[in-house]
T-cell receptor, first 112, second 113 residues
Framework: QKEVEQDPGPLSVPEGAIVSLNCTYSNSAFQYFMWYRQYSRKGPELLMYTYSSGNKEDGRFTAQVDKSSKYISLFIRDSQPSDSATYLCAMSARNYGQNFVFGPGTRLSVLP | DSGVTQTPKHLITATGQRVTLRCSPRSGDLSVYWYQQSLDQGLQFLIQYYNGEERAKGNILERFSAQQFPDLHSELNLSSLELGDSALYFC????????????FGPGTRLLVL
């Protein structure tokens, strides 16, 4: 079992849809949870950063963490074609790189 | 634009050769991280430097090495290159040692023929 799992997609949705992206993980030491967006041939861009369980909202984006289920989600409301990208979850146990892992990414296409 | 710069953008070389990739972190950032991204392996953490010192090591091969200089720029050296080393190499930086808020550069695309 991989340490972090993510549905690779591709996930295609119509413009305006609510998108749900998810990651599951196995290491209970993870405390910090991040979502990155990566456009084709570009570097990942940090979208959201949360600590421990709970929700965090930033504009059209909401990140949810459920540590008891080892499950995190990113919701995108009113999705736009410009949201078409690969979304990577990342997790850290703040053990200086020893436990910092990216998920494989989910490719999202938002169709106009 | 994240503020992290990487050179060169593209690099084509032959097996057995050695290359050097360069990264300049965001102004004020003391930590630099190197990652390799290939289609089948995803984004793999290689190594982290903080203020000139090695801080953490990930899945970095012995043929690869890195350093961070007093001006905080970093170089990743890849030697005895193999076909399988073809990938995107990203540098990221963060303000301190906390790895949660990393800002990535545009990457160097390496092709080994």
């Amino acid at each position: 079992q991989k340490e972090v799992e993510q549905d690779p997609g591709p996930l295609s949705v119509p413009e305006g849809a609510i998108v749900s992206l998810n990651c599951t993980y196995s290491n209970s030491a993870f405390q910090y949870f991040m979502w990155y967006r990566q456009y084709s041939r570009k570097g990942p861009e940090l979208l959201m950063y949360t600590y421990s369980s709970g929700n965090k909202e930033d504009g059209r984006f909401t990140a949810q963490v459920d540590k008891s289920s080892k499950y995190i989600s990113l919701f995108i409301r009113d999705s736009q074609p410009s949201d078409s990208a690969t979304y990577l979850c990342a997790m850290s146990a703040r053990n200086y790189g020893q436990n910092f892992v990216f998920g494989p990414g989910t490719r999202l296409s938002v169709l106009p | 634009d994240s503020g992290v710069t990487q050179t060169p953008k593209h690099l084509i070389t032959a097996t057995g050769q050695r290359v050097t990739l360069r990264c300049s972190p965001r102004s004020g950032d003391l930590s630099v991280y190197w990652y390799q991204q290939s289609l089948d392996q995803g984004l793999q953490f290689l190594i982290q430097y903080y203020n000139g010192e090695e801080r953490a090591k990930g899945n970095i091969l012995e043929r690869f090495s890195a350093q961070q200089f007093p001006d905080l720029h970093s170089e990743l050296n890849l030697s005895s290159l193999e076909l399988g080393d073809s990938a995107l190499y990203f540098c990221a930086s963060s303000e301190g040692t906390s790895e949660e808020t990393q800002y990535f550069g545009p990457g160097t695309r390496l092709l080994v023929l």
